[in-house]
């Protein structure tokens, strides 16, 4: 540890020191759940935050089996009188591809200084999204636990399917709902705004996941004989894509916008009032110019408007060199985000059929949905809400800033709808910090900083809820 701390400036106390040893520990496992592959690893993270959960001092603690990876479960139980916290996180993590694009591997976690992260940041699948960003909370009730302050009830629900839709855990909860019966639900799933400008996610945009194909003909052809004479099913996917977005890059869907809650001019208003630099978001991410749908900012297409993108697109002849072939098939996945009012499952209906309507005849189509979720709004009114601002101002020593998040977390919805509460998104990563994508980092600071502010949250929203 001391080897990779050496071009570190921040002075790390022996506790700290220990956290951070730990949180390197657990990145190592690669707990990829989209990847059966790596089953054996998932339940391998799954016992780790066990065992980490039983170090920090919580008195009870299980795993429980599910039809895909299991749900790890811990409670303290102080006063049945006393307001209840639930902790939701999750411990699986993204595939690490593109390997190659990884400036070091991706489950031997580094600490580098960067520009932004000028006091060192974990370089690891995983070290925000979310084992990070989950053992800070472990953390923080260990150090309650210690000092002896924790003021409530503490229950934690650490999966391992968020990163493949959370297929088992809506399951879990509608047949638990005693046993996770809570007043309010706290995640560290999200980001803030900047170090030294906190901010709280007030909304997430909802998700429908689809998957297409198109099969021409029985096999591949030679594309010298055949060629100009069948249809390309590669050509024709891509002409199919095309036709999903117009020239303002309005989605086209037939009834796709017919739900949607337009925000006033007054609310569209306020959300300018967060800093943004646009010129540094291109430079992040190498671009020269943004994109989006006409008539709305760059921040209100990154937060408040349905997209419709292609996450994947594959078909014909991808090995070296070269293979002269029309291809038998081709496949695409397509994410759409969505926003409030909007149904996820009537939304993949309505692409299913307009997708199969606009295919050429000589062809055929198959859509299939794989995952989704509805989008999530918490009032900045509620209580958990008016705690995290008050935690995140007495340690960042600046008031956050409400903002609506671009990400889609489908239990959220999920959590208010089946055990009737709300959920506060306390992020402490940033836009940066290279989420799903190679080279994926968490400042020590952040980490730090989260395991003091989450103590911050409990006792401000006992405070609260007693008033």
Same mark, same amino acid.
């Given at each position: 540890?001391?080897?990779?701390? &050496?071009?570190?400036?921040?002075?790390?106390?022996?506790?700290?020191?220990?956290?951070?040893?730990?949180?390197?520990?657990?990145?190592?496992?690669?707990?990829?759940?989209?990847? =059966? +592959?790596?089953?054996?690893?998932?339940?391998?993270?799954?016992?780790?935050?066990?065992?980490?959960?039983?170090?920090?001092?919580?008195? %009870?603690?299980?795993?429980?089996?599910?039809? /895909? #990876?299991?749900?790890?479960?811990? *409670?303290?139980?102080?006063?049945?009188?006393?307001?209840?916290?639930?902790?939701?996180?999750?411990?699986?993590?993204?595939?690490?591809?593109?390997?190659?694009?990884?400036?070091?591997? =991706?489950?031997?976690?580094?600490?580098?200084?960067?520009?932004?992260? =000028?006091?060192?940041?974990?370089?690891?699948?995983?070290?925000?999204?979310?084992?990070?960003?989950?053992?800070?909370?472990?953390?923080?009730?260990?150090?309650?636990?210690?000092?002896? +302050?924790?003021?409530?009830?503490?229950?934690?629900?650490?999966?391992?399917?968020?990163?493949?839709?959370?297929? !088992?855990?809506?399951?879990?909860?509608?047949? !638990?709902?005693?046993?996770?019966?809570?007043?309010?639900?706290?995640?560290?799933?999200?980001?803030?705004?900047?170090?030294?400008?906190?901010?709280?996610?007030?909304?997430?945009?909802?998700? @429908?996941?689809?998957?297409? @194909?198109?099969?021409? =003909?029985?096999?591949?052809?030679?594309? $010298?004989?055949?060629?100009?004479?069948?249809?390309?099913?590669?050509?024709?996917?891509?002409?199919?894509?095309?036709?999903?977005?117009? *020239?303002?890059?309005?989605?086209?869907?037939?009834?796709?916008?017919?739900?949607?809650?337009?925000?006033?001019?007054?609310?569209?208003?306020?959300?300018?009032?967060?800093?943004?630099?646009?010129?540094?978001?291109?430079?992040?991410?190498?671009?020269?110019?943004?994109?989006?749908?006409?008539?709305?900012?760059?921040?209100?297409?990154?937060?408040? &408007?349905?997209?419709?993108?292609?996450?994947?697109?594959? $078909?014909?002849?991808?090995?070296?060199?070269?293979?002269?072939?029309?291809?038998?098939?081709?496949?695409? %996945?397509?994410?759409?985000?969505?926003?409030?009012?909007?149904?996820?499952?009537?939304?993949?209906?309505?692409?299913?059929?307009?997708?199969?309507?606009?295919?050429?005849?000589?062809?055929?189509?198959?859509?299939?949905? #794989?995952?989704?979720?509805?989008?999530?709004?918490?009032?900045?009114?509620?209580?958990?809400?008016?705690?995290? #601002?008050?935690?995140?101002?007495?340690?960042? /020593?600046?008031?956050?800033?409400?903002?609506?998040?671009?990400?889609?977390?489908?239990?959220?919805?999920?959590?208010? %709808?089946?055990?009737?509460?709300?959920?506060?998104?306390?992020?402490?990563?940033?836009?940066?910090?290279?989420?799903?994508?190679?080279?994926?980092?968490?400042?020590?600071? !952040?980490?730090?900083?989260?395991?003091?502010?989450?103590?911050?949250?409990?006792?401000?929203?006992? %405070?609260?809820? &007693?008033?």
């Amino acid at each position: 540890m001391l080897e990779l701390l &050496r071009d570190i400036k921040m002075t790390l106390t022996k506790d700290q020191n220990r956290f951070l040893a730990e949180w390197m520990d657990f990145l190592k496992i690669p707990s990829v759940s989209a990847n =059966p +592959s790596h089953n054996k690893d998932v339940q391998q993270a799954a016992k780790w935050v066990e065992d980490a959960l039983k170090k920090s001092g919580c008195p %009870k603690t299980e795993i429980i089996s599910t039809p /895909g #990876h299991p749900i790890v479960y811990g *409670e303290y139980i102080k006063d049945v009188e006393l307001p209840t916290v639930l902790v939701y996180g999750h411990y699986d993590v993204q595939p690490p591809d593109p390997i190659d694009l990884w400036e070091s591997p =991706p489950f031997e976690p580094v600490i580098k200084k960067t520009e932004i992260h =000028p006091d060192g940041a974990v370089f690891a699948r995983g070290a925000c999204d979310d084992k990070g960003q989950m053992f800070m909370h472990i953390k923080a009730f260990e150090v309650m636990l210690a000092k002896g +302050s924790i003021p409530c009830n503490v229950k934690f629900m650490i999966e391992g399917e968020e990163e493949v839709g959370s297929d !088992n855990l809506e399951d879990f909860v509608k047949r !638990n709902k005693e046993k996770l019966k809570c007043d309010v639900i706290l995640i560290s799933d999200t980001s803030m705004i900047a170090q030294d400008l906190p901010s709280i996610t007030t909304g997430l945009r909802g998700l @429908s996941y689809m998957e297409v @194909s198109i099969t021409g =003909p029985n096999r591949d052809l030679h594309s $010298g004989i055949y060629g100009g004479a069948v249809l390309n099913p590669i050509n024709v996917l891509c002409d199919m894509i095309s036709q999903l977005q117009d *020239e303002n890059k309005k989605i086209t869907i037939p009834g796709f916008y017919d739900k949607v809650i337009e925000l006033s001019k007054q609310e569209r208003s306020e959300m300018e009032k967060a800093p943004f630099d646009l010129q540094e978001l291109k430079k992040s991410i190498g671009i020269d110019d943004v994109d989006g749908e006409k008539g709305y900012t760059t921040e209100e297409h990154r937060s408040i &408007r349905p997209t419709l993108d292609v996450n994947g697109i594959w $078909g014909g002849y991808m090995g070296d060199g070269a293979k002269t072939v029309i291809p038998s098939k081709a496949h695409a %996945k397509i994410s759409m985000r969505l926003v409030p009012n909007q149904d996820w499952e009537e939304i993949s209906e309505l692409f299913s059929n307009y997708f199969k309507s606009i295919a050429p005849k000589g062809v055929d189509v198959e859509v299939i949905t #794989h995952h989704g979720g509805y989008a999530y709004v918490t009032p900045i009114s509620t209580v958990g809400y008016q705690a995290a #601002h008050q935690a995140y101002k007495e340690t960042f /020593g600046t008031s956050p800033i409400p903002k609506r998040g671009g990400g889609s977390i489908p239990i959220v919805p999920m959590f208010e %709808k089946e055990l009737g509460v709300k959920s506060i998104l306390m992020g402490f990563g940033l836009d940066s910090d290279a989420l799903h994508s190679p080279n994926e980092h968490f400042g020590l600071f !952040n980490f730090f900083k989260g395991i003091d502010t989450i103590p911050k949250f409990y006792e401000h929203f006992v %405070k609260l809820y &007693r008033q």
